[in-house]
């Protein structure tokens, strides 16, 4: 029955995006086969108005946003793939927005009521209509007993049953998708719909959302580049979140960038180090920071909300954004090459100097222009898109670093439209490239790794698991592990003293 469900709901989403020229838009008719002409022909019979204006990104937005929450965030990471897609029409879907109709204050109050087991009177001295209102959320404004002003966000009444319906229809989608149109196997339909899905679930729990509130304010705090509000533990439930209220304005406000005392460039500055220290040096960062999620006060403090998409990286693709952004800035094609194929994004099949040749193509084309014209983003979509002749294939992890990389490069550029992205990307780039793949940093992890492996071997030696060959006495391994280790530690200082 659910099957049955999620086909008809697929019927329906395919009527909303042929009746928007959505489906297969009519740009595409020069480079589509005759089969497939004639098969567009015939969908577009049932068009309507809204067909008749924008472009097919544009106009697949605007039907995105009419679906629902599932197909809003589908929209924003397709947004990402501008090596499928085409520059333009990513961006297009770069501005989906997620806003609709608030619900009423007194169904708002009864939520907050049932996620924290008592009367709002009793948790807050006032609670005012809505200022926000998404497709998952809405926000309010209310007072804590102790005189603080917080946000409270509460989940919308039947999103959970919502976004589980309009997920069976996603996947079935996905696997038509994979099946009948291999051309698009190379996005990977049905990981990359679990990973859209993944994340829109996680927001549907608000306690998670605190918790990530809370951790990424504390790495926020180390670097200073943006701040969190606090979170207020006591008005936080499953389906409610209280944070202190934020500084300043959001930047969708008009008035935002009219503050006195403002600095734009500075600000700028802060918003591209913050999210590049956040997602290198700590491996965890806000994956939302559009221009709805960030305040902005005098005369340069920026502080993120919203919370519910948290991005995260390994200690591998921590080092592989690293050195791409580096090598780039060195304009040294055969490192970043280097760096796909040990990551394995590249397979071995192929040639790294022919992969760097074509990096250089990428690269050499937007270097020696202005820095205010080249796109840190639109150089990663065109990354992308040579990948695409070397058959790399999609990496979900790095779906949402570039989603947010090409959000907050589009935000920098209206904080300061002359704005160097590349030069305020530097000095946190270069600081960890200095740190971690210093020969100092080699030798470190060296020492880590032997005394990791010393310690593995005294191990499986005393639980008798293994035979030491150095002698019968059960002191050997002991002897042997302090021996090696004080060996490597004494090259290590060595070689300390020598570089450092």
Do not use: C
Not at 125 to 143: D, E, K, R, V, W
């Amino acid at each position: 029955m659910g099957q049955i469900a999620a086909f008809f709901r697929l019927l329906a989403a395919g009527w909303a995006l042929a009746r928007a020229d959505a489906l297969i838009p009519r740009e595409l008719d020069p480079i589509l086969p005759p089969s497939l002409k004639a098969l567009a022909r015939f969908i577009r019979l049932f068009s309507g108005m809204e067909a008749k204006y924008g472009r097919p990104g544009q106009r697949l937005a605007r039907s995105l946003e009419k679906l629902g929450p599932v197909a809003i965030k589908l929209g924003q990471f397709l947004s990402t793939r501008a090596d499928m897609f085409g520059t333009q029409f990513a961006e297009d879907l770069g501005r989906l927005k997620d806003r609709l109709d608030p619900f009423p204050l007194e169904i708002a109050r009864a939520e907050v009521e049932r996620a924290l087991g008592r009367p709002v009177s009793e948790a807050f001295t006032s609670f005012g209509p809505p200022i926000a209102a998404a497709s998952i959320a809405q926000a309010h404004p209310a007072t804590l007993p102790d005189g603080r002003k917080v946000a409270v966000k509460v989940l919308r009444p039947g999103i959970e049953r919502r976004v589980a319906d309009e997920s069976a229809a996603l996947r079935l989608a996905a696997r038509l998708a994979e099946r009948f149109a291999p051309a698009s196997r190379r996005l990977e339909p049905v990981l990359f719909v679990e990973t859209v899905i993944r994340s829109l679930v996680l927001e549907l729990d608000l306690r998670l959302e605190a918790a990530a509130a809370a951790e990424l304010g504390e790495v926020m705090n180390r670097d200073g580049y943006m701040r969190a509000p606090a979170v207020v533990w006591d008005g936080v439930g499953k389906r409610a979140l209280t944070l202190e209220w934020a500084t300043g304005l959001a930047l969708s406000e008009a008035a935002a960038l009219d503050q006195p005392g403002l600095d734009r460039s500075l600000l700028a500055d802060n918003l591209i180090r913050a999210f590049l220290s956040q997602a290198l040096d700590h491996g965890v960062f806000h994956a939302d920071l559009h221009e709805g999620n960030l305040f902005v006060a005098a005369p340069s403090i920026l502080t993120a909300v919203d919370f519910g998409i948290v991005g995260r990286l390994g200690p591998a693709e921590r080092k592989y954004l690293a050195e791409i952004l580096y090598g780039f800035l060195q304009r040294d094609y055969v490192r970043v090459a280097q760096v796909h194929f040990d990551a394995g994004y590249v397979p071995l099949t192929h040639d790294v100097n022919a992969f760097a040749q074509a990096l250089r193509a990428v690269g050499e084309a937007v270097f020696g222009r202005p820095a205010n014209e080249v796109s840190m983003g639109r150089l990663l979509a065109q990354l992308f898109e040579i990948t695409a002749l070397f058959d790399m294939r999609l990496r979900p992890e790095l779906v949402l670093l570039q989603k947010t990389m090409v959000t907050v490069e589009g935000v920098a550029r209206r904080l300061d439209p002359s704005h160097d992205l590349w030069a305020a990307a530097d000095p946190v780039v270069r600081r960890w490239i200095t740190r971690e793949l210093s020969p100092v940093a080699k030798v470190r992890d060296f020492v880590d790794d032997a005394v990791a492996a010393m310690r593995s071997l005294r191990r499986l030696a005393e639980g008798g698991q293994t035979t030491v060959v150095v002698a019968p006495d059960r002191g050997a391994p002991a002897l042997v592990w302090f021996a090696v280790g004080a060996a490597t530690a004494g090259v290590a200082f060595l070689v300390a003293l020598w570089f450092g």
